[in-house]
């Protein structure tokens, strides 16, 4: 079965410094994975996706994650954070168990201190 | 136009009113669903609507009762529902249905519920 664990329920950053969030999955067969955001009493925003076209994906916002197969990880990254970076950040994988639908993390929630 | 909207943005209700919430899409999306979110928790799926086809229902009470009255559109009509069903009701529209692609999901602003 597909699955997908984001270590971390918060992550502290100072402003500046590296943002670093972390996604691992489970999965048989090659997953599509997605990074979402969402800010307070808003819906969730695409940041990028890994579609096996590279392992390396850019995204929205200076935000990118590299696919590492022996790994099992798509970590999201950001060299340097910004207060309005403090959101909820959520991992999900794309999955099929019947049918196709999306399984989410639990959620990191980001925050940016001055 | 990448928008899902969703009306209204707050909605309370006592345990016996009806009520509906709207979610409209203009992007061609030939997919879209219904979400549950509590706070501090990720979105639970209720329902996907494949092709203006009822595809997943996740053993959602029937107290909640999805329509899709065409591409464009998706309501989910309330009744009876319990103070536990309060939550952030999210509507999403994809391309296509997921099977098999690398689709995104569009997410709606959602609508925050207050089951009195």
């Not at chain 1, 410094?17 to 999955?25: D, E, I, K, Q, T």
């Not at chain 1, 994906?57 to 999201?76: P, Q, R, Y």
């Not at chain 2, 997943?56 to 536990?84: G, W, Y």
Request: net charge positive.
């Amino acid at each position: 079965a597909q699955s997908v664990t984001q270590l971390g329920s918060h992550v502290s950053v100072s402003e500046g410094a590296l943002v670093l969030l972390r996604c691992n999955y489970s999965s048989s067969v090659p997953p599509y994975l997605f990074w979402y955001v969402q800010y307070p009493n808003q819906g969730l925003q695409l940041l990028l996706k890994y579609t096996s076209a590279a392992t390396l994906v850019k995204g929205i916002n200076g935000f990118e994650a590299e696919f590492k197969k022996s790994e099992t990880s798509f970590h999201l990254t950001k060299p340097s954070a910004h207060m309005s970076d403090a959101a909820e950040y959520f991992c999900a994988v794309s999955v099929s168990s019947g049918t196709y639908k999306y399984i989410f993390g639990t959620g990191t929630r980001l925050k940016v201190l001055a | 136009d990448t928008e899902v909207t969703q009306t209204p943005k707050h909605l309370v209700m006592g345990m016996t009113n009806k009520k509906s919430l709207k979610c409209e899409q203009h992007m061609g999306h030939r997919a879209m669903y219904w979400y549950k979110q509590k706070a501090k928790k990720p979105p639970e799926l209720m329902f996907v609507y494949s092709y203006e086809k009822l595809s997943i229902n996740e053993s959602v009470p029937s107290r909640f009762s999805p329509e899709c009255p065409n591409s464009s559109l998706l309501n989910l009509h309330l009744h009876a529902l319990q103070p536990e069903d309060s939550a952030l009701y999210l509507c999403a529209s994809s391309q296509g249905p997921l099977a098999g692609s690398s689709y995104e999901q569009y997410f709606g602003p959602g609508t925050r519920l207050t089951v009195t």
